[in-house]
């Protein structure tokens, strides 16, 4: 029987290893799935790979897997990042989902002059990534971080990251990173409101900072961060 159901887990991966499942895991796999002793499951842990294991134990508080056989090395996606101004709760958990699925290394949430909202739930944006990654075969959690302010994280940033920054002053434009080298980048993406003027005025200002255009029509921000890691992906990521 192959085994379809995807869990990341905070244990080692290897042959022969014993894995204990959660509470939450157990009822997802014995109460929601009604996989039962002897079923298969496929493990990872952001280390190890992907392992397909055996239920040795299904309680309703808890289980055993044991792993068999390794089904897919580390994947660790391209070093890139997706910064992003939050927006409604809905479109923000799409961001965080699609990111994953799209080979983001690592989510930073920003808080830009004209973001609406001014906290956020890290914990479920996490739990979002988690899943994603779960269902997309990845075997790599991209780590989501707390909101941060845009201006405090520009001042700490490393120079060495470039940043791509899609600026919709300048939809219309062609857009391409023909020439663009490769290395460490983050993507940035703002809010409904757009990036304010002074925002502007400084991200036009950094030498590392290379504004792109996405295309002839304004996107909303969900579909901005889907066409930039797409963009940059196909030009200069893992889909090559
Ligand atoms: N309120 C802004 C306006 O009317 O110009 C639009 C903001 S847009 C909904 C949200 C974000 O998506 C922008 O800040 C930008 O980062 C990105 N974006 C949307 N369309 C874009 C385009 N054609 N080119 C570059 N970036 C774009």
Same mark, same amino acid.
């Given at each position: 029987m192959?085994?379809?159901?995807?869990l990341c887990v905070d244990h080692p991966?290897?042959?022969?290893?014993?894995? *204990?499942?959660?509470?939450?895991?157990?009822?997802?796999?014995?109460?929601?799935?009604?996989?039962g002793a002897e079923g298969q499951v496929l493990l990872f842990n952001g280390r190890d790979g992907e392992w397909r294991a055996r239920i040795a134990q299904a309680g309703k508080r808890g289980g055993l897997a044991e792993c068999e056989e390794q089904t897919a090395p580390q994947r660790m996606p391209p070093?890139? =990042?997706?910064?992003?101004?939050?927006?409604?709760?809905?479109?923000?958990?799409?961001?965080?989902?699609?990111?994953?699925e799209l080979g983001a290394a690592r989510i930073l949430p920003v808080q830009t002059?004209?973001?609406?909202?001014?906290r956020i739930r890290q914990d479920r944006l996490q739990a979002h990534a988690l899943e994603a990654a779960?269902?997309?075969?990845?075997?790599?959690?991209?780590?989501?971080?707390?909101?941060?302010?845009?201006?405090?994280?520009?001042?700490?940033w490393d120079e060495g990251r470039r940043i791509l920054w899609?600026?919709?002053?300048?939809?219309?434009?062609a857009a391409t990173l023909a020439g663009a080298a490769?290395?460490? =980048?983050?993507?940035?993406?703002?809010?409904?409101?757009?990036?304010? *003027?002074?925002?502007?005025?400084?991200?036009?200002?950094?030498?590392?900072?290379?504004?792109?255009?996405?295309?002839?029509?304004?996107?909303?921000?969900d579909t901005a961060a889907c066409a930039a890691l797409t963009l940059w992906q196909a030009a200069l990521g893992d889909w090559t």
């Open positions: 192959t085994a379809k159901i995807r991966l290897g042959t022969g290893q014993s894995v *204990p499942l959660t509470e939450a895991q157990a009822h997802y796999l014995f109460g929601v799935m009604r996989l070093d890139l =990042w997706l910064v992003f101004a939050p927006v409604k709760k809905a479109r923000t958990d799409f961001i965080v989902e699609k990111a994953v002059d004209f973001t609406n909202s001014e779960e269902q997309c075969g990845a075997t790599h959690v991209p780590v989501v971080e707390d909101l941060a302010q845009l201006d405090k994280l520009l001042a700490r899609a600026d919709e002053s300048r939809a219309g434009a490769p290395g460490p =980048w983050a993507i940035l993406v703002g809010p409904e409101g757009g990036f304010s *003027p002074s925002e502007r005025a400084r991200l036009s200002g950094l030498s590392h900072v290379t504004p792109i255009s996405l295309g002839p029509r304004i996107l909303r921000a």
